[in-house]
């Protein structure tokens, strides 16, 4: 059962992607765009959250690498000693260079998992609120060396103009809808069979009690440095596909409010489910900007109001508090909504 209902979401997911391409405008693109890869970056995030049960403040670090090796990647080396005017460029940094941003993504998410399973030693000797203030302080590393090495990264400046070139010279984004929904589809279907299958129920056992599934000789550390590893890759994936949606980065992009943000989506949608991950991306990210109207003037009933900027964050604010009173473990708990159905069905 299960089996068929994935074939089934996943088709639609697919049609969904091709048909939002030609149906939608180019604003309501950028923020379907937006919001797919949000949800690499939710999933993948509540994959050592939610799912391991590990409290990481880690993703901004993760994503901010992603972001920085895309860019460094499809930058060429005229743009780069256009744009380095801190200092000059590092010789390596000058020769790195492709225009395959497939190649840029897949470059980005391996360096983040790289640089996961380097920290997992450190950052597992400690558990609970140790762990999130060792993964909070590699956010901040992270963010000060992309400020005080310019030579690699053109420190607070950051890199602009990250865009593709066809051949008659016009410039475009390198993420479209494609890359974003595709992306997104299969960071869904790999998490949710790893979060099926054998190392997933074990992550779920360190999740309830670390010690009992040690006792029961589980390597704790095995599954716990498998889920970061995991949750890494997609997470540098997310800052590649960021960066090509923007076309620029600084090191103000990752702050720990980047982090934050990611918080709020996963406790929103149920720490532990990717469909509540996938929910909580569509109500923050979407809900954001479908509420940005309220900034504006508005008429009501014949009255004209004025302009109050950041009046949708404070209605937002208070449709998740109401949200969580109502559901204090988020939209899904640790449901998914394949377990729904299956409930449906029985009875």
Known sequence: MNKILHIIFFALAIGFVFLSNYYFSEYSLSIVNNIAIFIILAISYNLINGVTGQFSLEPNGFVAVGAYVAALLLLGSESKLYQFDAEDPSPFILAIHTTNFIFAMIASGICATILALILAMPVFRVRGDYLAIVTLGFGFIIQLLAVNFPA??????GLNEVLRSDN????SKYTNIFYSGFVAIIAVCVILNLI???FGRAMKAVRDDEDAALAMGINTFKIKTMAFCVSAFFEGVGGALLVGLLGSV?????TFMFTFQLLIIIVLGGLGSTTGAILGTILVIGGSEWLRFLDEPMNIFGYQTSAYPGLRMVVFSVVLIFVMLFARRGIMGQLELFD????RIKK
């Open 152 to 157: 690699f990264t053109n420190g607070s400046l």
């Open 168 to 171: 008659e010279g016009n410039l």
């Open 340 to 343: 729904l159905f299956k409930k």
């Open 196 to 198: 099926y299958s054998k």
């Open 250 to 254: 600084s090191p103000d992009q990752f």
